[in-house]
């Protein structure tokens, strides 16, 4: 799958989440007052949320696309993270903040009038079209997965495509809010008392917070400048090192510019005996070897330097491995 299908795959799950999320919104604000649950409007909010972050995403995708130009050299990609953190704190403050809020004051003053039936309709009908939502977004990490031979759940973990991580955590969280508003909303048909429904509004939204505090601070990290994942680093390594004229990389450093853009910079120490020619060459074969074995992998600059005396033939670590799981499956890798 080539990196525009990838970004166009993006594209389409960003859409009909959206779509989907605006359906919902509209049907869960009707039965929230109709029935006056708290439940049932605080997933009317979380909807919303929903929605406006799928807006923001596909704000996010398409500014991030951009080519680059003489006043952005190095392309637009880390404008996408700018509005995926903006979807981020949009569920933090309109979906959480509501939800919790509503919740509170449903617990201490409302009482619940309305027909709960209509509740449970717009329940049913809402996961019916979130686990549709959801199935798309689940089938695109399977296939960048294998894509990049690692598993789904790391994947999720350290890609930099925030777009379709958005859209799985919040289809995910979508499904779960459904359950609890159902509970909710079950309950309190069952006791007759509405601390359960206010419960359940207070646990969406602390499960939207949840969701929003895991998307900003992914987003925050690529913001920074965040290296690609320790063990891609290390083949990138490998790669440059193994260049017949490379005596021994000095120095990498990489940093993720955008969900599909990648920058390799190294200090290399060449042979004494190589020639500009042989070192040029090199240099053109190393952007070759790599730009084709990773398509991500955008710019690539070589700085020919001295070793430092008593260097060793491995390169500086001067990006520490981030790795938290260094046991566990293998880091998403393109394939060769």
């Known amino acids: 799958m080539s990196e525009s299908d990838v970004n166009s795959e993006s594209v389409g799950t960003v859409v009909i989440a959206g779509a989907a999320n605006l359906a919902i919104a509209v049907a869960k604000l009707v039965a929230g007052l109709i029935s006056g649950s708290a439940a049932m409007l605080s997933e009317a909010a979380h909807s919303v949320a929903d929605t406006a972050t799928e807006v923001l995403l596909f704000q996010a995708l398409r500014r991030g696309a951009r080519p680059a130009d003489r006043r952005r050299p190095f392309g637009y990609g880390k404008e996408s993270y700018v509005w995926a953190f903006f979807a981020a704190m949009f569920?933090?403050?309109?979906?959480?903040?509501?939800?919790?809020?509503?919740?509170?004051?449903?617990?201490?003053?409302?009482?619940?009038?309305?027909?709960?039936?209509?509740?449970?309709?717009?329940?049913?009908?809402?996961?019916?079209?979130?686990?549709?939502?959801?199935?798309?977004?689940?089938?695109?990490?399977?296939?960048?997965?294998?894509?990049?031979?690692?598993?789904?759940?790391?994947?999720?973990?350290?890609?930099a495509d925030t777009a379709v991580k958005a859209v799985f955590l919040e289809d995910s969280a979508a499904l779960i809010g459904l359950v609890l508003a159902g509970l909710g909303v079950g309950l309190s048909q069952a006791t007759g008392d509405e601390v359960w429904d206010g419960i359940a509004s207070i646990l969406i939204g602390l499960l939207l917070l949840a969701v929003a505090g895991i998307l900003a601070g992914n987003n925050l990290s690529l913001l920074v400048g965040r290296a690609v994942p320790e063990r891609l680093?290390?083949?990138?390594?490998?790669?440059?090192?193994?260049?017949?004229?490379?005596?021994?990389?000095?120095?990498l450093m990489t940093m993720q510019l955008g969900p599909d853009d990648i920058l390799v910079a190294a200090k290399v120490d060449f042979r004494d005996e190589a020639t500009g020619a042989a070192i040029e060459a090199t240099a053109d074969e190393a952007e070759r070897r790599l730009t084709e074995r990773y398509p991500e992998i955008r710019y690539v600059f070589l700085d020919p330097t001295r070793s430092m005396p008593g260097a060793s033939g491995r390169a500086r670590h001067t990006q520490a491995p981030h790795d938290p799981d260094p046991g566990g499956d293998p880091e998403p890798r393109p394939p060769a």
């Not at 549709?132 to 350290?158: D, G, N």
């Not at 680093?233 to 120095?251: C, F, K, S």
Request: no cysteine.
């Open 91 to 159: 569920t933090f403050v309109a979906g959480a903040g509501f939800a919790v809020t509503h919740g509170v004051t449903t617990i201490l003053v409302h009482e619940h009038s309305g027909d709960y039936l209509v509740s449970y309709i717009v329940l049913g009908v809402s996961f019916v079209i979130e686990s549709i939502s959801l199935a798309r977004a689940v089938r695109q990490v399977r296939r960048e997965s294998r894509r990049w031979q690692t598993t789904p759940r790391r994947f999720l973990r350290l890609t």
């Open 233 to 251: 680093r290390r083949e990138i390594e490998q790669d440059l090192a193994g260049l017949p004229e490379v005596e021994r990389i000095d120095t």
